[in-house]
């Protein structure tokens, strides 16, 4: 399997423009996670979705963020309007079932520089 | 809250040590926690998984050790090589059964 797919790698917008972040979990997971990785904030836990519905959005910081997961292999996180202080890196990861023995699997992660 | 501490933060050492890196939680209802490696640029690799009910893990030249009750894990790492430098994270799973906590991390290099 080619692991979690993320795409782009980089992104550079400028303030007020919308941002769209794709993920590809692994074929068969039925969990999926969207993390934002920050130097002050180190990773933290934006999204969590289970067999394609949202269980956990607590940690969206803001209307601005939306996440959808139209199918099993599909998933994107969206900013509208995206901010300078937006910018971190983000990472989809997924797991094969919700088991608590588990490993979560990461994608490479997109990096989103707002200027 | 679960809040997750690594010490240290950075560790530098020569090819060949044994070393021991740390990582304690606040809160011990966990159901596992993972170990994880992140090279620059890249995402996270899971190293280790230990269960609650487990106190070690081990695969290859790693040792993952937890003592839950008192919020403690270690990943021993024997006979270091240049190729483990990168960030090691840790990172247990609370009662939600899916949130992990991750702590900063302690950027390991180790010098040839």
């Known amino acids: 399997d080619a692991g979690v797919i993320q795409s782009p790698r980089h992104e550079v917008t400028e303030m007020g423009q919308e941002v769209t972040l794709r993920c590809k979990p692994i074929?068969?997971?039925?969990?999926l996670f969207w993390y934002r990785q920050t130097m002050m904030r180190g990773l933290e836990l934006l999204i969590y979705?289970?067999?394609?519905?949202?269980?956990?959005d607590s940690g969206m910081p803001e209307d601005r963020f939306s996440a959808k997961m139209p199918n099993a292999s599909f998933s994107t996180l969206k900013i509208q309007p995206s901010e300078p202080r937006d910018s971190a890196v983000y990472f989809c990861?997924?797991?094969?079932?919700?088991?608590?023995?588990?490993?979560?699997?990461f994608g490479s992660g997109t990096q989103l520089s707002v200027l | 809250k679960q809040e997750v501490t690594q010490i240290p933060a950075a560790l530098s050492v020569p090819e060949g040590e044994n070393l021991v890196l740390n990582c304690s939680f606040t809160?011990?209802?966990?159901?596992?926690l993972q170990w994880f490696r992140q090279d620059p640029g890249k995402g996270l690799t899971s190293l280790l998984l230990?269960?609650?009910?487990?106190r070690e893990q081990t695969s290859g030249r790693l040792n993952a050790s937890l003592d839950k009750s008192s919020g403690r894990s270690t990943l021993y790492i024997a006979a270091s090589q240049p190729g483990d430098s990168a960030t090691y994270l840790c990172?247990?799973?609370?009662?939600?059964?899916?949130?992990?906590?991750f702590g900063k991390g302690t950027l390991l290099t180790v010098n040839p």
């Open positions: 990861a997924s797991r094969e079932t919700d088991a608590t023995n588990e490993k979560l699997f």
């Open positions: 230990i269960q609650s009910s487990q």
């Open positions: 990172a247990p799973l609370g009662s939600s059964n899916y949130k992990l906590t």
């Open positions: 074929s068969g997971h039925n969990s």
């Open positions: 979705f289970n067999n394609n519905v949202p269980i956990d």
């Open positions: 809160d011990s209802a966990i159901y596992n």
